[in-house]
Nanobody, 121 residues
């Protein structure tokens, strides 16, 4: 069994920072690409940032220059550093990862349960 768990969400004032974590656990052979998504009330889930196993990153235009995605392959953990947070960043943040786990035979896409980020004054 493979599981993804997000953490680090919370309440922050505009201009503040938060660091989200996405930890994969279980019988993991390899973690491939990981993505952070968010879903605000009444809106569709959208991709915020992604990172490949080799470290190539991609960002939504709305977060470029403010958010940074990274990963620690030894810990099977990905991070989303969020700076200069804005009211519009309020959402539930989810991570997903493509993971090859035992007993195989293929890699699958797993989702975490989500963590709430609220930006409010």
């Amino acid at each position: 069994q493979v599981e993804l768990v997000e953490s680090g969400g919370g309440l922050v004032q505009p201009g503040g920072s938060l660091r989200l974590s996405c930890a994969a656990s279980g019988s993991i052979v390899r973690v491939y690409a990981t993505g952070w998504y968010r879903q605000a009330p009444g809106k569709q889930r959208e991709l915020v940032a992604s990172i490949t196993s080799g470290g190539t990153t991609n960002y939504a235009d709305s977060v470029k220059g403010r958010f940074t995605i990274s990963r620690d392959n030894a810990k099977n953990t990905a991070y989303l550093q969020m700076n200069s947070l804005e009211l519009e960043d309020t959402a539930v943040y989810y991570c997903n990862s493509e993971i090859f786990g035992l007993p195989g035979p293929a890699r699958y896409l797993y989702w975490g349960q989500g963590t709430q980020v609220t930006v409010s004054s």
